[in-house]
């Protein structure tokens, strides 16, 4: 399992690799600067959480899903060597029935990855807009 897991997403600083990606919602108190601003929701933590959690079941190569402290983990390997990389997740809460997600996705081993990172957590995010309704 990841180590670093609940993860303090207010606190924590991306290392030097850059086979990593996070993503933020708008006005987020964090000290990293995302990669990417996370969309707004018009649902709630729970059923952002279970829309994460199916989209996570739906995926290829996903294992070692849990939940604790509000945040959701889990591991996908690469197709061909199996390689973990760990995703973290957290909705997040915006008042009014509005709500949005944190996610941070990393290469556990090498350097670089090729852009998997971003890739696999710009699509979870599509599919997540897809199963929501978007809020402004």
């Not at 606190?11 to 601003?37: C, H, M, S, Y």
């Not at 670089?112 to 890739?119: I, L, P, S, T």
């Amino acid at each position: 399992m990841i180590k670093d897991f609940p993860l303090d997403f207010a606190r924590f600083t991306k290392i030097w690799k850059p086979n990593q990606f996070l993503v933020l919602p708008a006005g987020f108190a964090a000290q990293q600067k995302p990669d990417l601003e996370a969309g707004v929701f018009a649902a709630s933590i729970a059923q952002v959480t279970e829309a994460w959690l199916e989209i996570l079941r739906s995926q290829p190569r996903v294992s070692d899903i849990r939940q604790d402290e509000g945040q959701i983990e889990a591991i996908q390997r690469t197709p061909l060597v199996g390689f973990p990389d760990w995703i973290t997740a957290m909705p997040v809460d915006l008042g009014a029935g509005k709500a949005s997600i944190c996610v941070f996705s990393r290469s556990k081993y090498g350097i670089r990855d090729m852009g998997v990172n971003e890739k696999r957590v710009r699509l979870w995010l599509a599919l997540l807009a897809q199963k929501l309704p978007t809020g402004s």
